[in-house]
């Protein structure tokens, strides 16, 4: 069975700093990848998603995310945070079938003056 | 298109109530989830449908129970609440499973007392 780890429960950022965000996977063959974010006391919503071909992928409100096989690793990066980009954000892996997608436990990010 | 929509927004019950949490999409979608949220817990899968008449167990199903009578709705019921099931639900569905895209609802937040 797939799993999936977001080491980080925590992070804070000054405004217009850079961020990344750290997601590993486990799975044996090529996975589903996907970064969601949830603001506060929101649902959660897609931010990107890799399936295959090019390993950066670009997503909604100027984030992206790296594929690595090597690593098992599709870390989430921004160039420049904005105060409103303080919300949760969880990693998931997913797989061909049914079985559903596997969620991280998410990082909580700050974004300070 | 309302997406997937979720009643009620907060609820609080007595131990030993029943209430039924309700979910709706109008996507279309064949795959209907539902989580419930803890606090640094990230989400934790409760059952799933893999279309109307399907159902099957998450990763806490107990003291839950779910039924697919048609592919828009997937209510969610609790019964005997006990104070453990306090949480944030959140019902989410998607056109396949494991490597398609999930799409949430705002959540409702039950508390048992």
């Known amino acids: 069975a797939q799993s999936v780890t977001q080491p980080d429960i925590h992070i804070t950022v000054s405004e217009g700093a850079s961020l990344e965000l750290r997601c590993n996977y486990s799975?044996?063959?090529?996975?589903?990848l996907f970064w969601y974010v949830q603001s506060p006391g929101q649902g959660l919503q897609l931010l990107l998603k890799?399936?295959?071909?090019?390993?950066l992928v670009q997503g909604i409100k100027g984030f992206e995310a790296e594929f690595k096989r090597s690593q098992s690793s599709f870390n989430l990066r921004k160039p420049s945070v904005h105060w409103s980009d303080a919300a949760e954000y969880f990693c998931?892996?997913?797989?061909?079938?049914?079985?559903?997608?596997?969620f991280g436990k998410g990082t909580r990010l700050s974004v300070i003056a | 298109n309302a997406g997937v929509t979720q009643t009620p927004k907060f609820r609080i019950l007595k131990i030993g109530q029943s209430m039924t949490l309700q979910c709706t999409q109008d996507?279309?979608?064949?795959?209907m989830y539902w989580y419930r949220q803890d606090p640094g817990m990230g989400l934790k899968l409760i059952y799933y449908?893999?279309?109307?008449?399907?159902?099957d167990k998450g990763e806490v199903p107990n003291g839950y129970n779910v039924s697919r009578s048609t592919t828009e709705d997937f209510p969610l019921r609790l019964e005997l609440a006990a104070p453990s099931q306090t949480s944030v639900y959140f019902c989410?569905?998607?056109?396949?499973?494991?490597?398609?895209?999930?799409?949430f609802g705002p959540g409702t937040r039950l508390t048992v007392t």
């Open positions: 890799y399936f295959s071909g090019d390993t």
């Open positions: 998931a892996v997913g797989t061909s079938g049914n079985t559903p997608l596997v």
């Open positions: 449908s893999v279309g109307a008449g399907i159902t």
């Open positions: 799975y044996g063959a090529t996975p589903y």
């Open positions: 996507m279309n979608h064949n795959y």
């Open positions: 989410a569905s998607s056109i396949g499973g494991g490597f398609d895209e999930q799409y």
